[in-house]
């Protein structure tokens, strides 16, 4: 390997730990390999030769950049590629084509994101979407299949088809549990309806599922997961009171209420982060009727109930 920043960790019963740089966000992402699997990809800059670490497989949690972004380098080194059915479909989606951006852009217009926000988005979009070399054609993952004797188990939530893949109470978990980040839950455009709904449920079943180790994307193994789980559906529940408690007769738009709930100081990037994650917890408020959307396919706002 030349890579200087890529350092591989021995964990548990074989499992190895290959830590690659990231240039943003939390500076590192975790792929991780037992026996001859790859479970993620890093985002692809700069990638090690995995064959020389022995990969013949690969197999990917969920779609984000730094987790997919490897895939298609990886997979001409080595044998097939393992995703989910839902995730590679939105992967296609978001990284393939190329009116993405318009259209994502489009629908923050309806949530009320100005216009220079959106028109960065769309820049930005373009600029990147090339640098996202996921594989073509993967074999497609669903609940109960099998890689290499892990299970796959669909945690919807961070992404819509985020898997977990579980063997021997050890969960290869991407970036549906981590020991210090909450994972990101936003609301997209032609994705599941109600994904902090979905993520709740998915935390609830790793509290069941109780793993004896999670190996996550970013940061350290957690023993605890049971316990990290809880703490993340709490903050999500006060979250979910912040949100409730910003909402009032007048109709306001998701940009509106982001304002209320993660303050006014934020870059383009990531005001597009609070405005989903915003969503996402007001489409959970209309659920549980703390909240009501009105407007219609042009512009989109919530009331109290
Ligand atoms: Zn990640």
Request: charged share 25%.
């Amino acid at each position: 390997m030349t890579n200087a920043e890529v350092s591989v960790t021995h964990l548990d019963e074989g499992v190895r730990r290959v830590t690659l740089p990231l240039p943003t966000g939390p500076r590192h992402v975790h792929c991780y390999i037992a026996g001859g699997t790859l479970f993620d990809t890093g985002i692809g800059l700069e990638p090690p030769s995995w064959r020389e670490l022995g990969v013949e497989r690969i197999a990917i949690t969920h779609f984000h950049p730094d987790h997919v972004g490897g895939a298609e380098a990886a997979a001409a080194e080595s044998a097939s590629v393992y995703q989910g059915a839902l995730d590679y479909a939105q992967c296609e989606r978001v990284w393939g084509s190329d009116d993405w951006p318009e259209r994502i852009a489009d629908w923050f217009v309806t949530h009320g994101v100005p216009e220079p926000i959106v028109r960065d988005l769309i820049e930005q979009g373009h600029a990147f979407a090339p640098f996202i070399r996921f594989a073509r054609d993967p074999e497609l993952l669903y609940e109960g299949s099998e890689v290499d004797g892990w299970e796959v188990v669909e945690l919807p939530g961070h992404a819509d088809g985020h898997l977990g893949f579980l063997r021997d109470g050890a969960l290869i978990a991407g970036d549906h549990l981590l020991a210090r980040i909450t994972p990101a839950v936003g609301l997209y455009p032609e994705s599941r309806p109600d994904p902090l709904g979905d993520y709740l449920t998915s935390l609830e079943r790793t509290i069941e599922l109780a793993p004896r180790v999670v190996y996550p994307g970013h940061g350290e193994p957690i023993d605890d997961a049971a316990g990290r789980a809880k703490e993340i559906i709490q903050h999500h529940r006060e979250r979910l009171d912040v949100v409730s408690s910003a909402l009032s007769a007048e109709p306001l738009s998701g940009f509106d209420i982001s304002h209320a709930v993660f303050g006014d100081d934020l870059s383009p990037q990531q005001r597009r982060f609070a405005v989903a994650e915003t969503l996402s917890h007001l489409e959970r408020l209309v659920r549980e009727g703390r909240a009501a959307r009105a407007g219609d396919a042009r512009n989109v706002t919530y009331t109290a109930p």
